[in-house]
């Protein structure tokens, strides 16, 4: 048996303890992480050092060094973070529907928690600790397999919340870390079979692509946006500006940021200037067709097929006139990536057309496309946003985190 | 492009049409496909003939070669079962729950269809027309792979199907039948990511196993079913052999048929000979445990750790004596499938945590297994029953074959 197996297999004996734990004893061990992080701060920036020192020498990008830094206040974050999980609703146990068959058997849904479930991330230390709570309040046993640029923080993180766990009465291994950050640790939990019920992979769409491919375990495909904000010939010119500058500059590194803006060619010639003069404020780069660069000039890059493909994560868009509904439609769902879209219209039939046709897991009318988040739509803190059909779509809070069983109340029944 | 990539593509273009289409429209088509089966028997009987002999040829069993066959009054029963799916309630277009958030913004949670779903199966052409049906109603393209004992009466049935699905007014390509049946066209379905949206394989543990292990698209996973009837101490002696009786006996070849009986050491020896005379009327044969042997004698083989981990499909059943309650969970959480079990007691606290405890699909108290089915559960006709825990779990109605998108209705909103 390998040590990943023995981890699984750990896993799985601490979920089968998890399953039946109530709210409140969950909710304790919650509430002790939450303090034990504020107690380790020594111990976790400490560890944090070391990352950072380690990242600095291999010449990491000043961007993911910061991603990468723990600081007091974000440790205090982090524990804020896990004492809203505790304030959520338990979504385990609760009975969803309970009917009365003709035959008298009473027979109900239930939710109950997935089991295990793995995590494979990057840079960033604090998923450690947000993946593990959210899984915990679920009821699920959780595997954590981050990047080897966090190694240190995220082991002084886990050990922390390991040691909250136990103290609070539950099996530590509910919570554990991957030691291998190798390469080939990722495919050993790819074939984890009988120990892992799900994997999440949350990170750039060539870790997702490698894992949704080689994956046996089930998996729930997360993260890659590649939005369009849609101008429909009867737009309010105001509002359509307003949301695709919120849509592209207020976060442009996020998977719900427009990528493409789409413009009626009716009111191209009205709209692209105005929009420009905002996205001009974060010097946005636009690359745009024929008839955008006809409208707004040279210093707009000609854009190529492969650009509407892109998700930039940058101060980077799109541009494309269209000649309408139709077409604008037929792209989207051509170059989208079924993550989050959004029409600005005063046209009924246009927005009810759009939500209707618009295959993706957001479809927006006259909004942003950047308030596609679990906090946003009223479900708490999230572990992703899967932009897959099956079991989930769209942000994932504790809800996505659970699955349902049949419970049957008989009196002898026999089937005939 | 492969033959199997062009009818992913027909496939996935025929599903965009119907993500949209009315109840209305479906409907039409599902009554005229009815028709269409029974005016065509001619057609159907005669391809049937042709799989009937090739497989008398071959040397089939008996019982094999009695669910290939077709004749007048299962060909009625097929299109019957299409009139049942078009009365069933559209599963389409119901937004679950909508609300207004604090910023204004109106989100809802839609129902919408998954998109195309390939199913892979083994000998019954019946399964040809209900996967297709169901998955029309739920407006989803369905590619059928079936085996290849029944290759020319499947294509007649899809032939039917289209025909009547195109005079309907909808893309013949919603219904579509893979032409290859070598285990190499298995394969190429699994790797049809950018088409398929879902694989739901029917068939035996050995078609099931490679599929999830193979899979690059999304699979769910059905049908293997080693389930168990727990009788605890408390248990009503008569009820609890009428219900063992029905759970072995009543149809021993299905997947919620129980395959292996677990005995409280308190009532074995008054239980087990009224158990052993129900079950000898069906000549059953019983693999049981040290103890078991002691009471019931030398007839009874003894049982391996393997008869606990099979799924017998036939008259046999293994016999176990548990010392309570804690043994028989441990038993059933380790040698289980997680598809169908029941305790019989008159135990208040036993029933609850059996119920609790026990991780599987469907838990009972006091009835027989063999109620795990879209049809008894109330939900209409199924496409087979989930073992896994993600997206469906138990018995797979139309409900279980869409999925939901986000819609949001705004006036202009942005993130701050």
Same mark, same amino acid.
């Given at each position: 048996?390998?040590? /990943?197996?023995?981890?699984?297999?750990?896993?799985? @004996?601490? $979920?089968?303890?998890?399953?039946?734990?109530?709210?409140?004893?969950?909710?304790?061990?919650?509430?002790?992480?939450?303090?034990?992080?504020?107690?380790?701060?020594? *111990?976790?920036?400490?560890?944090?050092?070391?990352?950072?020192?380690?990242?600095?020498?291999?010449?990491?990008?000043?961007?993911?060094?910061?991603?990468?830094?723990?600081?007091?206040?974000?440790?205090?974050?982090?524990?804020?973070?896990?004492?809203?999980?505790?304030?959520?609703?338990?979504?385990?146990?609760?009975?969803?529907?309970?009917? @009365?068959?003709?035959?008298?058997?009473?027979?109900?849904?239930? +939710?109950?928690?997935?089991?295990?479930?793995?995590?494979?991330? *990057?840079?960033?230390?604090?998923?450690?600790?947000?993946?593990?709570?959210?899984?915990?309040?679920?009821?699920?046993?959780?595997?954590?397999?981050?990047? @080897?640029?966090?190694?240190?923080?995220?082991?002084?993180? +886990?050990?922390?919340m390991r040691r909250a766990i136990r103290e609070?009465?539950?099996?530590?291994?509910?919570?554990?870390?991957?030691?291998?950050?190798?390469?080939?640790?990722?495919?050993?939990?790819?074939?984890? +079979?009988? #120990?892992?019920?799900?994997?999440?992979?949350?990170?750039?769409?060539?870790?997702?692509? %490698?894992?949704?491919?080689?994956?046996?375990?089930?998996?729930?495909?997360?993260?890659?946006?590649?939005? %369009?904000?849609?101008?429909?010939?009867? $737009?309010?010119?105001?509002?359509?500006?307003?949301?695709?500058?919120?849509?592209k500059c207020s976060r442009p590194s996020v998977?719900? $940021?427009?990528?493409?803006?789409?413009?009626?060619?009716?009111?191209a010639e009205a709209f692209l200037p105005k929009?420009?003069?905002?996205?001009?404020?974060?010097? +946005?780069?636009?690359?745009?067709?024929?008839?955008?660069?006809?409208?707004?000039?040279?210093?707009?890059?000609?854009?190529?097929?492969?650009?509407?493909?892109?998700?930039?994560?940058?101060?980077?868009?799109?541009? @494309?006139?269209?000649?309408?509904?139709?077409?604008?439609?037929?792209?989207?769902?051509? #170059?989208?990536?079924? %993550?989050?879209?959004?029409?600005?219209?005063?046209?009924?039939?246009?927005?009810?057309?759009?939500?209707?046709?618009?295959?993706?897991?957001?479809?927006?009318?006259?909004?942003?496309?950047?308030?596609?988040?679990?906090?946003?739509?009223?479900?708490?803190? *999230?572990?992703?946003?899967?932009?897959?059909?099956?079991?989930?779509?769209?942000?994932?809070?504790?809800?996505?985190?659970?699955?349902?069983?049949? /419970?049957?109340?008989?009196?002898?029944?026999?089937?005939?």
């Amino acid at each position: 048996m390998t040590d /990943i197996e023995r981890q699984g297999m750990s896993a799985k @004996k601490a $979920a089968s303890v998890l399953m039946t734990a109530g709210t409140t004893v969950k909710n304790a061990a919650l509430c002790a992480i939450a303090k034990a992080l504020e107690d380790g701060e020594q *111990e976790i920036l400490e560890a944090n050092e070391k990352d950072m020192a380690l990242a600095k020498e291999s010449g990491m990008r000043p961007a993911l060094l910061d991603r990468l830094r723990l600081d007091s206040k974000r440790i205090r974050a982090m524990a804020d973070g896990v004492r809203e999980v505790a304030a959520l609703r338990d979504p385990v146990g609760r009975v969803l529907s309970m009917e @009365k068959r003709p035959n008298g058997l009473l027979i109900g849904r239930k +939710t109950v928690p997935l089991g295990v479930i793995a995590i494979i991330y *990057e840079a960033r230390p604090n998923v450690t600790v947000d993946a593990a709570v959210l899984c915990l309040k679920a009821g699920n046993a959780v595997i954590l397999r981050g990047g @080897k640029e966090a190694f240190y923080s995220n082991n002084a993180l +886990t050990n922390i919340m390991r040691r909250a766990i136990r103290e609070a009465g539950l099996p530590e291994d509910c919570v554990s870390l991957v030691q291998d950050t190798s390469r080939q640790s990722v495919n050993d939990i790819l074939s984890l +079979t009988g #120990y892992v019920d799900v994997l999440i992979p949350r990170g750039g769409a060539g870790l997702i692509r %490698h894992v949704v491919e080689n994956a046996k375990v089930p998996v729930i495909q997360t993260g890659v946006g590649n939005c %369009h904000v849609y101008m429909e010939k009867t $737009a309010d010119l105001d509002m359509a500006a307003s949301i695709i500058y919120n849509a592209k500059c207020s976060r442009p590194s996020v998977c719900n $940021a427009a990528e493409t803006l789409l413009v009626d060619e009716d009111i191209a010639e009205a709209f692209l200037p105005k929009a420009k003069a905002l996205l001009d404020q974060k010097n +946005t780069e636009l690359r745009g067709c024929d008839k955008t660069r006809a409208i707004l000039g040279e210093s707009v890059v000609p854009a190529t097929e492969e650009d509407y493909y892109t998700e930039f994560g940058d101060y980077i868009l799109a541009v @494309k006139v269209v000649s309408g509904l139709d077409e604008a439609i037929a792209h989207i769902n051509k #170059y989208g990536s079924s %993550h989050s879209e959004a029409i600005v219209t005063e046209n009924y039939t246009a927005a009810q057309r759009f939500l209707d046709e618009i295959d993706a897991a957001a479809v927006y009318v006259n909004a942003s496309t950047r308030f596609t988040d679990g906090g946003e739509f009223g479900m708490g803190a *999230e572990i992703g946003i899967s932009t897959q059909k099956m079991h989930a779509r769209g942000p994932m809070g504790l809800e996505q985190l659970t699955t349902t069983k049949f /419970i049957i109340y008989g009196n002898g029944q026999v089937r005939v």
